[in-house]
């Protein structure tokens, strides 16, 4: 990828100084020695990216000290601050927050909203495209026609993992012979995972124009209320996050888990030798519409995004575009079986059951993009799954109730 400069109006408008200062070819060459400086960038990432990350940024740091004659040294700090608490926090203290930090696509709009991020120059908006290609991944980006963040990878929000010494390949895909033959874990509160319940049952959110245009189905609640059953049951375990899942299945006490791709590195560790990926599966509820109908999910991508109070733009610019380099997209799918942002590598992946599992599911995802405002999903629809995953809400007609009163409230918040 070309390299390109953070095009900044000072940064302009000192390049456009020194263009002038050159232009006469006889004017003498200054001796004056070049006045150098030492830079330390802070870079936030997940727990799990740390190693990848330092030794990232590590590459970068010698790398740009010897291509830039003022820069006598860089540094970058990494920090541990995970995609799912960046945002929430740079938004509450811009001024403490890292240089570059990675965020969810869906949360690209507070931030820019806020002024809290760099507006990324078209120029350097091209480069990025010709890294992960002109698709969904690349409009995520973009927030009312201005590019924010850099992808570095696509995943969707669920896929399943499984014990293939109890569940075989062709019974992975349906959820009702799953729960046959095992127990299942998923996060059932909260919101992220809940779109495979609320979407497979015909459910609609956030069509266009950034407005919400949302059609509880029928079936909704119907679903929902089978999901209570299975919990109470005993046959869906309801756990807090993926460590809670890895261990359950490390143990044995389940024979399959749903959760995001880029957890796959714990699941791995926990089935062993026994670890299964596949899409999500088929599902039937009884007294509905839904018949084998394809589990959906949430998708979307991580990017850097840039502190728009940085007081190294260029270099922190610099720093965000190797991270997501195409070497560093592989090199971070080895480390972390993250799926590449890029598509011209899955060809390079494609053989990993995790990665192979992803694309498929990624058919089948909602893409949550700054595009179809997702902000007043969460508390009203996790809610309601915080409620059923607790044993509280169990009847379907009291679920249809609280999705009727969700609705409104989601209508009138997101279309303010």
């Known amino acids: 990828m ?3 400069i953070l095009a900044l109006s000072l940064a302009a408008a000192m390049l456009v100084g020194a263009m002038a200062s050159c232009s006469a070819k006889e004017e003498p060459v200054s001796s004056t020695p070049v006045e150098t400086r030492d830079i330390t960038l802070t870079l936030w990432g997940s727990e799990q990216d740390q190693a990848f990350l330092k030794e990232a940024s590590a590459a970068w740091a010698e790398k740009y000290a010897a291509e830039h004659e003022d820069i006598s040294s860089a540094k970058v700090d990494v920090q541990i601050k995970g995609e799912d608490v960046a ?4 938004n509450n203290d811009i001024t403490a927050a890292a240089d570059v930090f990675g965020v969810a696509s869906d949360q690209i709009k507070g931030l820019a909203d806020a002024n809290a991020i760099y507006q990324i120059p078209e120029s350097v908006a091209n480069d990025i495209k010709e890294i992960v290609g002109d698709n969904t991944t690349f409009s995520a980006s973009y927030w009312d026609g201005t590019c924010y963040g850099i992808p570095y990878t696509d995943n969707t929000a669920a896929i399943l993992y499984y014990d293939n010494t109890v569940i075989t390949a062709e019974e992975a895909k349906s959820l009702n ?4 033959k095992g127990k299942l874990a998923t996060e059932v509160g909260g919101g992220w995972h809940d779109m495979m319940w609320l979407a497979t049952a015909g459910t609609t959110f956030f069509q266009g124009d950034n407005k919400a245009d949302i059609n509880v189905t029928a079936d909704t609640a119907k679903m929902l209320a089978w999901v209570a059953a299975q919990v109470k049951d005993g046959k869906i375990v309801d756990v807090g996050g993926a460590d809670d899942a890895a261990a359950l299945a490390a143990d044995g006490q389940v024979a399959a888990v749903i959760h995001g791709a880029w ?9 062993g030798d026994k670890y299964g990926a596949a899409e999500l599966p088929n599902v ?3 007294g509905s519409g839904i018949t084998d109908a394809h589990m959906k999910c949430w998708g979307g991508c991580k990017l850097n995004v840039i502190n728009a109070n940085t007081k190294e733009p260029e270099a922190a610019m610099s720093l965000a575009l190797e991270i997501v380099s195409l070497d560093n997209q592989v090199k971070r799918f ?3 079986q993250l799926p590449p942002a890029s598509p011209s ?9 995790t990665v192979a599992a992803d694309v498929a599911q990624s058919n089948y995802a909602l893409k949550a993009s700054p595009l179809n405002n997702t902000s007043g999903y969460w508390g009203e629809i996790g809610g309601i799954m915080d409620e ?3 044993g509280k809400l169990t009847e379907e007609a009291d679920i249809q109730a609280k999705l009727d009163a969700a609705v409104t409230t989601m209508t009138e918040n997101v279309n303010k």
């Open 2 to 4: 070309k390299k390109r």
């Open 87 to 90: 945002a929430t926090d740079a």
């Open 177 to 180: 012979t799953i729960l046959e």
């Open 263 to 271: 957890a796959a590195d714990k699941f791995q560790k926990a089935f």
């Open 284 to 286: 039937t509820v009884e």
């Open 334 to 336: 080895e480390m972390r």
């Open 345 to 353: 590598l899955l060809d390079k992946v494609s053989s990993n059951p």
């Open 388 to 390: 059923i995953a607790g």
